[in-house]
């Protein structure tokens, strides 16, 4: 069946079902107001006049979406749900339960399967963080809340144009100790900068909310190095001098404080920005990173899914963007998007990309199967790569070279270069019962 059924998606290709599994991830767009680091695609409520019917509106286009792609696909089964943003508890409580409650039902109700995703997380911020958004995700088989703490300095937050204070950050934890007893993430940055009478941050101020944050024992944290994005606040306070940030060489060094750090804690350094308790790692992303089928739903979010051309069969990767336009999102009658069709060598090359970003790399076993050839045979030139260890089961990158990864994959794509798209073959996605 067409996607092109389906109320406001006009996509022309045929989504291919089979027993395969996805993962989902909702967009919600909605911020009390905008980091000045952040390129993700939000509004505030300067947006709208009635922003609470805009979220009402916005979550009912969402489930529509959702259930066209589930009645659609047949034979899939959900692996992990991830509701991010934006800030998702910056709806209120009965809207996102709305959400919560179209999930469980549309699937159940398409299917014929009860809904019991490995994984389903719910991003939060701690000032909308409240004991009715904890109640609702505790009703529900919610496994997981990210909560974007950030900094512990009311300085820097005020510097990031977080909406946040301390307060609000100690009152959202006292609530997670009380009434949460499932898995938990920590956002932190790392290379925050400084106002002119202020300096940037230091490696006791990093180390600090580490060591307090990592007393509370939460199974995964993730730790960023702050990057300036063109077309945010950041980028244009620095050009303009408002702000100072730290040269490249004190921020790396300050990352890798507080990578030892966690390390020393018990924190496995499992992808290059996140560090998880043993066998706590996000399933949702590791998804993303071994580039298996998922479902993007919501103004700017993305899918990759296995399509075939409506005239036959032959499988191909899709890539279907929705626009970055809550308006479009809601108001127009064909808003599915882009779709854009990723050749052999580019999935091969997103393989890599995203693949090698993991300590433990990848799969040589999957790898096969998806691509019919070793890594090597395909690219003969890699094996003599003083970057990658010698592993019998996974292709990985010694972690000198995984943290300078787009320095290495810039000479693989000079070397993909010489390798004809004829040569690279595709099967994909790969059967549910592929052991990993």
Not at 233 to 241: D, M, P, T, V
Not at 276 to 292: D, F, I, Q, T, V
Request: glycine letters at 6%; proline letters at 5%.
């Amino acid at each position: 069946m067409n996607l092109g059924n389906c109320p406001g998606s006009t996509i022309g290709l045929k989504p291919q079902n089979g027993n395969y599994r996805v993962a989902i991830y909702f967009h919600i767009p909605f911020c009390k107001s905008k980091c000045i680091y952040c390129d993700f695609y939000s509004v505030t409520p300067s947006f709208s006049r009635n922003i609470e019917s805009t979220e009402e509106l916005y979550v009912d286009r969402l489930l529509q979406e959702y259930s066209c792609f589930i009645q659609n696909l047949d034979g899939i089964n959900i692996e992990t749900i991830y509701i991010g943003g934006g800030t998702p508890s910056f709806l209120k409580t009965t809207t996102l339960e709305k959400l919560f409650n179209g999930i469980v039902k549309i699937y159940e109700g398409t299917t014929g399967k009860s809904l019991k995703p490995k994984e389903w997380t719910v991003e939060a911020n701690p000032e909308s963080f409240s004991y009715d958004f904890l109640n609702l995700c505790n009703s529900f088989p919610v496994t997981r809340i990210s909560l974007g703490i950030q900094t512990l300095e009311d300085k820097f937050l005020k510097i990031l144009r977080r909406p946040g204070r301390l307060k609000d950050t100690l009152k959202a934890i006292t609530l997670l100790i009380n009434q949460w007893n499932r898995d938990v993430n920590f956002d932190v940055i790392s290379g925050i900068p400084g106002e002119q009478d202020c300096c940037y941050q230091t490696e006791d101020s990093l180390l600090h909310d580490l060591e307090f944050l990592t007393d509370l024992d939460p199974s995964h944290v993730s730790l960023y190095a702050l990057t300036v994005e063109e077309q945010t606040l950041l980028h244009k306070f620095i050009r303009a001098k408002k702000l100072k940030i730290p040269d490249t060489e004190y921020a790396d060094r300050l990352w890798f404080k507080g990578k030892k750090f966690l390390e020393e804690r018990g924190y496995v350094n499992y992808e290059i920005s996140n560090f998880a308790r043993p066998g706590k790692e996000s399933r949702h992303n590791l998804y993303y990173w071994e580039l298996n089928p998922y479902i993007g739903i919501g103004a700017s979010a993305v899918s990759t899914l296995p399509l075939g051309d409506t005239q036959g069969d032959k499988i191909i990767v899709g890539r279907l963007k929705y626009k970055r336009n809550i308006k479009a999102f809601l108001n127009e009658p064909n808003i599915a998007t882009e779709v854009e069709k990723i050749s052999n060598k580019e999935f091969l090359f997103e393989n890599l990309m995203m693949g090698l970003r993991l300590k433990r790399g990848i799969n040589k076993k999957i790898f096969k199967r998806r691509f019919k050839k070793s890594l090597f045979d395909i690219l003969p030139r890699l094996k003599d790569s003083p970057c990658f260890e010698k592993h019998p089961l996974y292709y990985r990158l010694r972690e000198e070279c995984r943290f300078l990864l787009n320095r290495f994959l810039i000479a693989l794509d000079t070397q993909m270069e010489t390798v004809p798209e004829w040569q690279i073959q595709v099967e994909w996605p790969q059967d549910m019962h592929l052991e990993k």
